[in-house]
């Protein structure tokens, strides 16, 4: 009788490739690594990588879906404490993402090589762009019931706010892997945004008497 | 009697290099692009190319030193107009940066290309981290004027504010090179630095009877 892939070692094959190939490309670029070199370091043949993956794209394509999952995760349980104010907020945000500094500078490196590599190819901009969408929307979920749930209002759509967060997370990040040590952690985010979520006034934002 | 080449000499030499090094840039990128390349587009020897620049990084350097005076010129221009309120001032700034998108999209993905390199290179590093303080504290000054000629108060230190601009900026330029349209030109800065500006408080904006 012949068997069929169950869904959850399949699923175990997808992270052991994608564990894979995140160490590869920290070490290589996304540029200088191969499919065969992810395929040696998962100890997988071409044919099991290919039968999950079709391309190096989809790898980081993968892998920007576990690290967005993960993000949005960590952001809307540190958003839903309740009778936290919108600075305790960002400050928990900012505290349980930088818990893992070395995972979230791998994946700075390797999302701008992308990013690169996306304005130069037009099926992965294509697909980068989709991702970016799918991200940006579920943050504008988490922000839309933080900001609601605390009768606040934005200075401007919900959107840009979070275009204008993930800007200033990915280039405070940026500095700080350039040039350590010349920004603290989420310094930029924690200083920025506060100012942002106050500047829409709205009630509930330490003015009670 | 040997000549000594005349500094006006010199630096047309400089200046045609840099020219070909920013065409080459674009079109193969930093890493695909020789010196060898760049020589012969500048119809220059390897020897005319070495008694000016050391290395390929030393040309985006060289670059980079072009643009942002072009760019802190330009702030500092728009910044200057007596009676402008912090409103005009950003626009004004962003429609003087944005005269040259072409231009400014090459740069984006040079610079892009090069903090790559220098997050894996100590000397590239070194170089661009000293770069990049030459370039906040140009604009640390303009943004320091601007503000005080207005009676304004940031609600950060300039240092945080120039750094939080730059990384708007260049999220906000990338996502457009990503994703054409989604964006308008400066609009993240537009919407994001104004609210910036307001929380700090201050007298002369907009406030007085």
Redesign the interface.
């Known amino acids: 009788m012949p068997s069929v892939t169950p869904s959850p070692r399949r699923s175990a094959t997808r992270e052991r490739v994608l564990t894979a190939a995140s160490e590869v490309f920290a070490e290589k670029?996304f540029?200088g690594a191969s499919v065969e070199d992810i395929c040696e370091r998962a100890g997988f043949s071409r044919g099991a990588f290919y039968s999950n993956f079709a391309s190096k794209d989809e790898l980081v394509l993968g892998l920007s879906r576990q690290h967005a999952e993960a993000t949005v995760a960590r952001i809307r349980t540190a958003a839903s404490r309740p009778d936290s104010t919108p600075d305790d907020v960002i400050r928990d945000v900012f505290a349980a993402l930088s818990d893992d500094a070395r995972r979230n500078d791998r994946w700075l490196?390797l999302t701008?090589?992308f990013?690169?590599h996306?304005?130069?190819n037009r099926g992965a901009?294509r697909a980068?762009?989709s991702r970016?969408r799918e991200i940006r929307s579920a943050l504008v979920e988490v922000v839309d019931e933080a900001v609601a749930s605390r009768g606040l209002t934005l200075?401007?759509p919900t959107e840009?706010f979070v275009?204008?967060a993930?800007?200033?997370a990915?280039?405070?990040a940026?500095?700080r892997?350039?040039?350590p040590g010349?920004?603290e952690q989420g310094?930029?985010e924690r200083?920025?945004l506060p100012?942002?979520l106050?500047?829409g006034g709205g009630h509930g934002h330490g003015t009670g008497a």
Chains 1, 2 share one sequence.
């Open positions: 670029g540029g490196v701008t090589e990013t690169l996306a304005i130069r901009r980068w762009v970016q200075p401007m840009v275009r204008a993930m800007a200033l990915n280039g405070s940026t500095q892997l350039v040039e010349a920004l310094e930029l200083t920025v100012v942002l106050a500047g």
